[in-house]
T-cell receptor
Framework: DAGITQSPRYKITETGRQVTLMCHQTWSHSYMFWYRQDLGHGLRLIYYSAAADITDKGEVPDGYVVSRSKTENFPLTLESATRSQTSVYFC????????????FGPGTRLTVT | AQSVSQHNHHVILSEAASLELGCNYSYGGTVNLFWYVQYPGQHLQLLLKYFSGDPLVKGIKGFEAEFIKSKFSFNLRKPSVQWSDTAEYFCAVNGGKLIFGQGTELSVKP
């Protein structure tokens, strides 16, 4: 029972490069989320998706793109990475947006040089 | 706008000390409340949650939290902490979207 997985776990990339972070869940949860975790800011929502082909912006969406062609996958793409996007990225999922808790993946530590 | 505030950024305790971490939120409607824990190098895990009913909720590992509606608070407590409780603790409020507090780092000295 894999639950929710993220890949890669660690990534170093250069400024200006495109990078995609993958998220996969095996629960058939409707909702999926991407957060970034930075010191002093806690977790901030980047994008979320209520179902396949439905996505919406969170608190800090600029510089990121998401897609949700299949229920189980929710990739996050940094179109042109910047140093300010150095962070730990967490994917999460839940069956219901509000009523249930979210289940988090192990995170991806991204460094942009 | 919905917001969550955790009062303490870093708390240092000795083993067996009692713990209380403050969490206040601002939102006018009905909310669901959560405390998550993140052990070093790991992902977030749910400690406990409050949806309705008894405002005193018990979670895993001896943690509990009390929802005080009049104070918009959801403080986390544990009577006697252990070294293994060293972690970062996040309060989160869902009034439509899940919003996290800034987190409180707890260090427990053996």
């Amino acid at each position: 029972d894999a639950g929710i997985t993220q890949s890669p776990r660690y990534k170093i990339t250069e400024t200006g490069r495109q990078v995609t972070l993958m998220c996969h869940q095996t629960w058939s949860h409707s909702y999926m989320f991407w957060y970034r975790q930075d010191l002093g800011h806690g977790l901030r929502l980047i994008y979320y998706s209520a179902a396949a082909d439905i996505t919406d912006k969170g608190e800090v969406p600029d510089g990121y793109v998401v897609s949700r062609s299949k229920t189980e996958n929710f990739p996050l793409t940094l179109e042109s990475a910047t140093r300010s996007q150095t962070s730990v990225y967490f994917c999460a999922s839940t069956g219901l947006a509000g009523a249930n808790e979210q289940y988090f993946g192990p995170g991806t530590r991204l460094t942009v040089t | 706008a919905q917001s969550v505030s955790q009062h303490n950024h870093h708390v240092i305790l000795s083993e067996a000390a009692s713990l209380e971490l403050g969490c206040n939120y601002s939102y006018g409607g009905t909310v669901n409340l959560f405390w998550y824990v993140q052990y070093p190098g790991q992902h977030l895990q749910l400690l406990l949650k409050y949806f309705s009913g008894d405002p005193l909720v018990k979670g895993i590992k001896g943690f509990e939290a009390e929802f005080i509606k009049s104070k918009f608070s959801f403080n986390l407590r544990k009577p006697s902490v252990q070294w293994s409780d060293t972690a970062e603790y996040f309060c989160a409020v869902n009034g439509g979207k899940l919003i996290f507090g800034q987190g409180t780092e707890l260090s427990v000295k053996p």
